[in-house]
């Protein structure tokens, strides 16, 4: 894949690979989901809820954590952190390839998981609450979609339940 200087991310949208160039991901769903871990922990130190996400599409990682404190947006989900992320640097909205989330992605972000056409979701906890793949609803199961993403749920769940619970029994 050709560099792409002028669509290097934005800073604080994660990436802490060189801009522009290849990276081969050779790993296995825990590994992706320890670098989304990492990524949670950059959110975390900012004061924002610790969910991270990776993406690995054509060579390439993106990474990104909730910001929706830092810039402040209701939108900034680490997971549409990185997807906004990936399709300014390859330049398209089919974005395709597996993501990496530390928690079950909302209704929002299910919604631009499958508008993005991501091959494969893989999340850590669920989340009774609010989740859109499986816990409250579930988005990619529905039948009215043209796109399906297989998900592979509770990778890491205990490890990515007891990171969200540290930051909220932290803060009390």
Partial sequence: MAQLDSASPSEGEGCPFEPGREHHFYADDESGMRTAM??????AAAGDVPIGALLHVDGWMFEGWNEKEAR???TAHAEMIVLAQAARVLGRWRIGGTLYVTK???VMCAGAIAAARIERLVFGCSDPKGGA???V???????????R???T???LAEATSAQLRAFFAARR
């Fill in 153 to 155: 749920s509770g990778v």
């Fill in 38 to 43: 990492l990524c949670a922990e950059r959110a």
């Fill in 133 to 135: 793949v499986g816990g």
């Fill in 137 to 147: 609803v579930d988005v990619l199961a529905s039948p009215v979609l043209n796109h």
């Fill in 104 to 106: 079950e992605p909302c």
């Fill in 72 to 74: 402040p947006d209701p």
């Fill in 149 to 151: 993403v297989a998900v």
